[in-house]
C-alpha cells in the first residue's frame, strides 16, 4: 500500500468495481461488508434481476475480489458479474458492465479481460474517454498472447503486465505498463501454483494499488491524473 508523510493509504472512500464473475460474500478472504450490492450483466448487454445476481458460482471473482482486498482492504468493492456458467463473455457485456459502472460511481474498474479484436476499438476507447472525463480509471490487461488486448492497450487505461519476480507487495513500471506478481492471495497450506494464478491476479493487485493512490492523492490534493499518480509511483513497498 502506498506511503506518503508516515501515513499508509487502505483505498478508504475509493470505490472499485469488479468485473468478474461476482463475489461470494462467505469466503473468509473477502471484507464483506465493504461489498456492496452487485449487478449481473447477460451477453446481450442486459441486466439481469435477482438478489443474488451477483453471487459468484465460479470462485474467479471472489478471487479476484481477495486479491484487491488484500492491497486496499477499506475500498468499497462493486461486483459486475459478466462471468456465468464460463470464464468468455461478449464484448457488448463487458462494455455495458463498464458503463453501468461508471453509472455508478466507480474510481477503479478491474477488468481480469479483454479483447484482442481491434473491431471493438472504437467502443472501448469512448468509455476509456468517458471513465478519464469523470476521473475514474480502468485497470486491465495490457496484452493477451502477445497481442495487445482492449481495453488495456488503449490511451488513458492502465495496462497490467505480468511480471512473476516482482513481489506481490509491490510492482514496477516500464513503458507506461504496470507489472505486478500473477499469484493470488496466498491460502495456508496450499502451493502458490496450485491455486488460481495469472494475469488476472496481477490486475487485481494493480487495482488495489490503484485504489490506495487514488486515496492518496485525494489526500494530497496534487492536480494530476490517477494514472499519472500510480506510474510516478514506482515500486512502492505493502506494510
Excluded at 22 to 51: C, E, Q, S
Excluded at 85 to 90: P, V
Excluded at 167 to 179: A, D, F, M, Q
Excluded at 207 to 228: I, K, N, Q, V, Y
Amino acid at each position: 500500500m502506498p506511503e506518503a508523510l508516515g501515513r499508509t493509504f487502505t483505498g478508504r472512500g475509493v470505490r472499485i468495481a469488479v468485473i468478474d464473475s461476482g463475489v461470494h460474500p462467505d469466503h473468509p478472504h473477502i471484507r464483506a461488508d465493504h461489498v456492496l450490492p452487485g449487478r449481473a450483466i447477460a451477453p446481450d448487454g442486459t441486466m439481469l434481476a435477482g438478489d443474488d445476481a451477483a453471487l459468484d458460482r465460479l470462485g474467479h471473482g471472489t478471487a479476484v475480489t481477495a486479491a484487491i482486498q488484500e492491497k486496499a482492504p477499506d475500498a468499497e468493492i462493486l461486483p459486475m458479474r459478466v462471468f456465468h456458467d464460463t470464464l468468455k463473455t461478449s464484448a457488448r457485456a463487458l462494455a455495458a458492465a463498464i458503463g453501468l459502472s461508471l453509472d455508478l460511481g466507480a474510481d477503479v474498474i478491474n477488468l481480469s479481460l479483454g479483447t484482442v479484436n481491434p473491431a471493438h476499438g472504437a467502443l472501448f476507447a469512448g468509455l476509456a474517454t468517458r471513465a478519464a472525463e469523470q476521473g475514474a480509471l480502468i485497470v486491465a490487461a495490457r496484452e493477451a498472447n502477445g497481442a495487445p488486448c482492449l481495453p488495456g492497450a488503449l490511451e488513458g487505461v492502465l495496462g497490467v503486465g505480468l511480471d512473476w519476480d516482482v513481489p506481490r507487495e509491490t510492482w514496477r513500471v516500464e513503458n507506461g505498463v504496470l507489472y505486478a506478481s500473477g499469484y493470488p492471495r496466498p491460502i495456508p497450506g496450499v502451493p502458490l501454483q496450485h491455486n488460481l494464478y495469472g494475469i488476472s491476479f496481477a490486475t487485481a493487485q494493480a487495482s488495489g494499488f490503484a485504489a490506495c493512490a487514488c486515496e492518496r492523492l485525494r489526500s494530497t490534493g496534487a492536480d494530476e491524473t490517477l494514472l499519472a499518480a500510480l506510474l510516478q509511483l514506482d515500486a512502492i513497498a505493502a506494510v
